[in-house]
């Protein structure tokens, strides 16, 4: 306080004037603290609590403030200088008295194992008279609290015999704060520091210092066990005849790996569970959650339960191992704690908040991969939870939400769905998380189906080579024959060896019957023709064919041959002996030739240039591209029947 005119001024001064003494250490003349400064602007003093102006100035120690901008307070002085103010430096150093005002008297609250329903000590005390030079605390009705030969007493006024008494470690110190008992007028909704002054008691245990003397951060107890209690022994069910229900989430953060040939999937993930334990209470909760915390040691002396990894390889449960977490979730509303608790605090119900425990894992999975239609399949994994803290009749696992917060796309596989249920068929309860992966097929397009489709094209390309160059054509057919079933064997070796085939399995093989077909037929188009011209000429109708069309010339060597086509010979037309077997050798051979010409004109329809199959090769155009399209509508609708609506790519 500062006051605010001569007639507080004096008052002030004879007040305590008689603690003057005490309150400088005899060291100087100043002796109380009056609550101004001119620190914002030198010579002009104001309140430090309003801020505002002091509008009456009391008498100075000579011409008045004389300390510039190095002594920015204000005290009283005693001695030579009676009730007079003088400025000085604001040091720590310096302890004096401060006068308070107070619109109403200050009710000082007692608390701790003192004050219990039966306790012979008031709860509640006010300033009394003085007693060997210092206040006394009176009570509100059967026990005082007062200084005798150097110590705090508390004594009951019922029975004069039962007191409590604290010796402080020097004098001037006041029973105010936290001793044997805490005293301080800190009410409802606020703490006292050990030194006595008053905070909120949201701010205890907050991680932010607010006590000078740090008693805030100290002691930060969250849980209140009971005595008897039991780590092996589950809590209670809320509601009495029914399981003890534990929520279970998961948040699947990642998959660092899926291994298609092992059959296996590695997963990293952070399963939560959640119950309440009416057993317990719990003190100063938060609103935020990382500040209900439970240390290594509060988690080790409650009870929590035990789940077994069921599907996973090697023998895993969840633990209270590093990074594990054990947190007081707040929910229901805080009560004040008890009087003979001994310092204030919010008590929150066990049955009205929970308990939640986390921990980071990371586990390998074997999963049934169905690989029918690779590259264009989808996998469900499942993730299997038991609960073995008891059978499924004293406790079961509740599903929750399912979460997978890693990256969508991974290199192999597009991560979709995840669904979470529950089964208690069996003697324990089971949380089963299933997760969809959608293999990405993009990467087989381009290794695989396009090169493919290039390949049958070279293949089906040779029936448009030059008709002549057979060679050519089948070298191109086999060539494209040896690469893709080169890789079908490379692709064949990097999957999983299944009994059943692969749609991909399905893909090759087909593709390669097509280049087989163009082979087939190339051969088919060069040979065909020539057998079937062998075969005519050896057959009885291609020989009677030959003698009826050729010429037939009746000879012998004294038998004359006369033309009767034409008007008679003369003489020069008359052949004779030799010359008619001459003529006649040559007649019949020209007309063998003429007759070949004639077979070769109407052949010449059907074949090309040495006797090469048109009529076969230009069927073969239409019916392998036909063969081809119809494969792949069917093909590909089955495939894309198996990607739709899944946005994978």
Same mark, same amino acid.
């Given at each position: 306080m ?16 008689? &603690? ?10 100043? /002796? ?25 100035q ?9 300390g510039g ?24 150093? /310096? ?10 008297p ?22 009394g008279?003085?007693?060997?030079g ?47 008992w805490?005293?301080?007028i800190?009410g ?142 707040r ?8 009087p003979s608790?001994?310092?204030e605090?919010n ?24 690989l ?26 509740e ?21 979470i249920s ?21 990467? /087989? ?20 080579f030059n008709?002549?160059?057979f ?40 593709? &390669?019957? &097509? ?44 038998t ?7 008007p ?18 040559r ?29 076969l090769?230009?069927k ?11 494969f ?18």
């Open positions: 500062v006051p605010a005119n001569e007639e507080e001024n004096r008052w002030l001064y004879n007040t305590t004037k008689d &603690i003057a003494f005490d309150c400088s250490g005899g060291v100087s003349s100043a /002796y109380l603290w009056l609550g101004a400064t001119d620190e914002g602007v030198e010579g002009q003093w104001a309140s430090i609590s309003s801020g505002r102006p002091l509008e009456w009391g008498p100075w120690r000579g011409a008045g403030p004389n901008n190095e002594e920015n307070c204000l005290v009283m002085l005693t001695g030579k200088f009676p009730g007079r103010w003088s400025d000085i430096a604001c040091l720590d150093t /310096y302890s004096f008295c401060v006068p308070c005002e107070f619109s109403r200050a009710t000082i609250f007692l608390k701790g194992p003192a004050v219990c329903s039966s306790s012979p000590f008031n709860h509640q005390y006010y300033l008279d003085e007693r060997e210092v206040p006394s605390l009176v009570g509100f009705f059967h026990s005082d609290i007062f200084m005798k030969n150097e110590t705090w007493i508390m004594q009951s006024l019922k029975d004069p015999t039962v007191t409590a008494w604290w010796t402080p470690a020097k004098d001037g110190l006041y029973p105010f704060g936290t001793r044997q805490t005293l301080g800190c409802e909704g606020e703490f006292t520091c050990a030194d006595g002054i008053c905070i909120d008691l949201d701010k205890r245990c907050d991680l932010r210092v607010d006590c000078l003397d740090q008693s805030d951060e100290m002691a930060c107890s969250l849980v209140d066990i009971p005595v008897g209690y039991r780590t092996f022994i589950p809590p209670p069910p809320p509601v009495p005849g029914e399981p003890l229900r534990i929520a279970f989430d998961v948040n699947v953060i990642a998959f660092p790996n899926i291994a298609t040939q092992d059959l296996t999937f590695t997963a990293t993930l952070l399963p939560t569970l959640r119950w309440q334990d009416t057993r317990l209470n719990f003190l100063n909760l938060k609103a935020d959650r990382t500040l209900n915390l439970l240390s290594r040691e509060a988690s080790a002396s409650i009870w929590t339960p035990r789940v077994f990894f069921s599907n996973a390889q090697g023998n895993l449960f969840t633990n209270l191992g590093e990074g594990s977490r054990v947190e007081c979730v929910e229901g509303p805080p009560t004040p704690g008890a608790l001994p310092e605090v008590v929150f119900k066990g049955h009205e908040n929970s308990l939640e425990m986390s921990q980071l894992y990371t586990a390998t999975y074997s999963c049934d991969f169905l029918a239609m690779f590259p264009f399949d989808s996998q469900e994994c499942s993730l299997n939870f038991t609960l073995v803290s008891a059978a499924s009749t004293y406790m079961v696992l599903p929750g939400l399912s979460l997978y917060s890693g990256p969508t796309f991974l290199i192999e596989y597009q991560i979709g769905t995840t669904t529950s089964s208690n068929e069996g003697e324990f309860s089971v949380i089963q998380v299933k997760v969809r992966f959608y293999r990405r097929y993009t990467f /087989y397009l381009l290794t695989l189906y396009i090169p493919t489709v290039l390949l049958i094209l070279i293949a089906y390309a040779t029936f448009f008709p002549d160059d060679n050519s054509r089948v070298v191109v057919a086999v060539t494209s024959l040896l690469v893709l079933t080169s890789l079908l064997t490379q692709t064949s070796n990097a999957l999983l060896k299944t009994s059943y085939f692969k749609l991909i399995d399905i893909w090759l093989f087909v593709s &390669i019957v &097509i280049i087989f077909l163009v082979i087939l037929l190339q051969t088919l188009v060069n040979f065909s023709v020539q057998k079937t011209r062998s075969n005519t000429a050896d057959s009885f109708i291609g020989r009677l064919v030959n003698r009826i069309t050729g010429p037939r010339v009746l000879a012998s060597k004294n004359r041959v006369i033309n009767i086509a034409g008679p010979r003369s003489s020069s037309s008359i052949v004779w002996g030799d010359e008619v077997s001459k003529t006649s050798t007649t019949i051979r020209g007309g063998q030739e003429e007759g070949k010409k004639t077979r070769d004109t109407a052949d010449l329809k059907d074949e090309g240039p040495d006797g090469v199959n048109m009529a090769m230009v073969s155009r239409i019916v392998v591209p036909l063969i081809y399209l119809v792949n509508l069917c093909y590909w609708g089955v495939a894309f029947r198996c990607v739709e609506g899944k946005g994978v790519i």
